[in-house]
């Protein structure tokens, strides 16, 4: 038999792990760097109000504030100031991070449990359901920041004026779907997130800091969403999510309102960037 028959086959060559690693720990220095060096008090107070936001979140590890301060959560330590004086804003009504229904006050409780009853009253899984045939994660908007959008599906009840529900989606995850750890920008508003279909065992949930919230044995999950959080769906069934953002409690909601809809028309024409993950369901 000829040799070279039984020779081993060459290695596959791959890129030295020190290298990214240095290529990764570049990228993060230089910027660093440039910020101490041209703008040392401006990039020090940032990074001061910004390391006070990013403890809030429950488990601190160097992962975290890597990806607060160097990854996808660089949009929401920008944020940080304007964050952190929402918290302010919203007193007596202090961030608890994580809610129950009974910590909201009652036209908030109304508002939420009246577009929960809409939505399984609508069949609203069953509307999205055709849509979802060859696609990895769907959404769909009805009401965005306050402004309505046109859908293929007739869903008044979502399109109607609400006092503090601004924004009406629904998140579909196909079957071992997830995302990756990330931050929300803005802390103007609270995200409102219940899973319409009926799933059982613990492979679908949603993870903020060291609490899990399994979606087969709670179906609601208020949260401050600006806080590191993933969703997973490791099922082999769909997760239709509905998500609603709703102004944060406060003695002047004319305020936030009003922040909201300022946020609305600047980030308009940039808002698919956040969700450039996902296929847009009309």
Same mark, same amino acid.
């Given at each position: 038999? @000829?040799?070279? #028959?039984?020779?081993?086959?060459?290695?596959?060559?791959?890129?030295?792990?020190?290298?990214?690693?240095? /290529?990764?720990?570049?990228?993060?220095?230089?910027?660093?760097?440039?910020?101490?060096?041209?703008?040392?008090?401006?990039?020090? !107070?940032?990074? &001061?109000?910004?390391?006070?936001?990013?403890? *809030?979140?429950?488990?601190? +590890?160097?992962?975290?504030?890597?990806?607060y301060f160097a990854g996808n959560g660089v949009f929401t330590w920008l944020l940080a100031p304007f964050n952190l004086l929402m918290d302010i804003v919203c007193l007596p009504y202090r961030n608890r991070g994580i809610y129950r229904l009974a910590d909201l006050p009652a036209g908030h409780r109304a508002?939420?449990?009246?577009?929960?009853?809409?939505?399984?009253? *609508? %069949?609203?899984?069953?509307?999205?359901? &055709?849509?979802?045939? %060859? /696609?990895?994660?769907?959404?769909?908007?009805?009401?965005?920041?306050?402004?309505? =959008?046109?859908?293929?599906? %007739?869903? @008044?009840?979502?399109?109607?004026?609400?006092?503090?529900?601004?924004?009406?989606?629904?998140?579909?995850?196909?079957?071992?779907?997830?995302?990756?750890? $990330?931050?929300?920008?803005?802390?103007?508003?609270?995200?409102?997130?219940?899973?319409?279909?009926?799933?059982?065992? *613990?492979?679908?949930?949603?993870?903020? !800091?060291?609490?899990?919230?399994?979606?087969?044995?709670?179906?609601?999950?208020?949260?401050?969403? +600006? =806080?590191? $959080?993933?969703?997973?769906?490791?099922?082999?069934?769909?997760?239709?999510?509905?998500?609603?953002?709703?102004?944060? @409690? +406060?003695?002047?909601?004319?305020?936030?309102?009003? #922040? =909201? +809809?300022?946020?609305?028309?600047?980030? &308009?024409?940039?808002?698919?960037?956040?969700?450039?993950?996902?296929?847009?369901?009309?």
């Amino acid at each position: 038999m @000829p040799a070279t #028959l039984l020779a081993p086959a060459p290695p596959v060559r791959r890129r030295a792990r020190p290298f990214r690693l240095v /290529k990764k720990v570049v990228k993060r220095v230089i910027p660093v760097a440039l910020a101490v060096y041209f703008i040392p008090y401006l990039f020090a !107070g940032y990074f &001061a109000l910004g390391l006070l936001d990013v403890l *809030r979140n429950r488990r601190r +590890t160097l992962a975290t504030l890597d990806r607060y301060f160097a990854g996808n959560g660089v949009f929401t330590w920008l944020l940080a100031p304007f964050n952190l004086l929402m918290d302010i804003v919203c007193l007596p009504y202090r961030n608890r991070g994580i809610y129950r229904l009974a910590d909201l006050p009652a036209g908030h409780r109304a508002e939420i449990t009246a577009l929960i009853e809409a939505a399984h009253r *609508r %069949d609203l899984v069953g509307a999205l359901a &055709a849509q979802m045939v %060859d /696609k990895k994660r769907g959404m769909i908007f009805f009401k965005w920041y306050g402004k309505n =959008l046109r859908t293929s599906f %007739d869903f @008044p009840e979502f399109h109607q004026k609400f006092r503090y529900i601004r924004t009406i989606g629904v998140s579909v995850f196909n079957r071992r779907q997830s995302t990756g750890k $990330h931050f929300g920008p803005l802390r103007i508003t609270l995200r409102v997130l219940y899973n319409v279909n009926d799933l059982y065992g *613990r492979a679908a949930y949603i993870k903020v !800091g060291g609490r899990t919230n399994y979606w087969s044995e709670n179906k609601l999950f208020i949260f401050d969403d +600006t =806080l590191q $959080h993933q969703s997973v769906n490791d099922s082999d069934a769909l997760r239709y999510c509905m998500f609603v953002d709703i102004l944060r @409690p +406060t003695l002047v909601p004319w305020l936030t309102s009003g #922040l =909201l +809809t300022a946020v609305r028309l600047g980030m &308009a024409p940039v808002r698919a960037v956040f969700y450039k993950h996902w296929t847009f369901l009309k």
